[in-house]
């Protein structure tokens, strides 16, 4: 087993850590349809933290978003697949698995039904954030917003 505490493609995580407040819009409607993506919009606030797990490997992150949605993530570089991955759990049942990307500032996160771009702002300090769905066979828009860095 290689020892990656220092130098390993894991400490590129760090971009997340942090306590972060996002405020956007988001979609996901009944109604939102290929012809109207942007139906029924709805204001979105959300307070985030991130830290590292023990043993700095991994971050794990606390969404509580617009009263009733909370999302609980653990981000981490799979040294078995190469790849970054992320794997969520929300308060309403579901879980989510996603391979992680990295581009510069840009992460993209992309699962069987949801993606998003989170892009950084060259000090560190914002998100930019875009997530998309599949509900049927076209991708839409679920969520715009961002994260300014409250630490």
């Known amino acids: 087993m290689t020892d990656t505490t220092t130098g390993g493609p894991h400490e590129a995580l760090a971009v ?3 306590s972060w407040h996002a405020e956007g819009v988001s979609y996901g409607g009944p109604t939102q349809t290929p012809a109207d993506p942007h139906a029924e ?3 979105w606030r959300s307070i985030h933290t991130a830290r590292w797990h023990t043993g700095n490997y991994f971050v794990i992150q606390d969404e509580r978003a617009n009263g009733p ?3 609980l993530s653990i981000l981490g570089w799979d040294r078995d697949t190469e790849r970054y991955f992320a794997r969520t759990v ?3 049942g579901y879980t989510r698995d996603y391979t992680m990307t ?3 500032r840009t992460w993209t996160l992309t699962g069987e039904n949801e993606r ?3 892009e950084f702002s060259a000090d560190g300090r914002t998100q930019t954030v875009t997530w998309e769905w599949r509900p ?3 991708w839409l828009p679920l969520c715009d917003r961002v994260a300014h860095r409250i630490d």
């Open 16 to 18: 997340f850590l942090g």
């Open 41 to 43: 919009p709805a204001p």
């Open 69 to 71: 949605f909370d999302t």
């Open 90 to 92: 929300e308060n309403h």
């Open 102 to 104: 990295v581009d510069r």
């Open 116 to 118: 998003a771009t989170f």
């Open 136 to 138: 049927r066979d076209a």
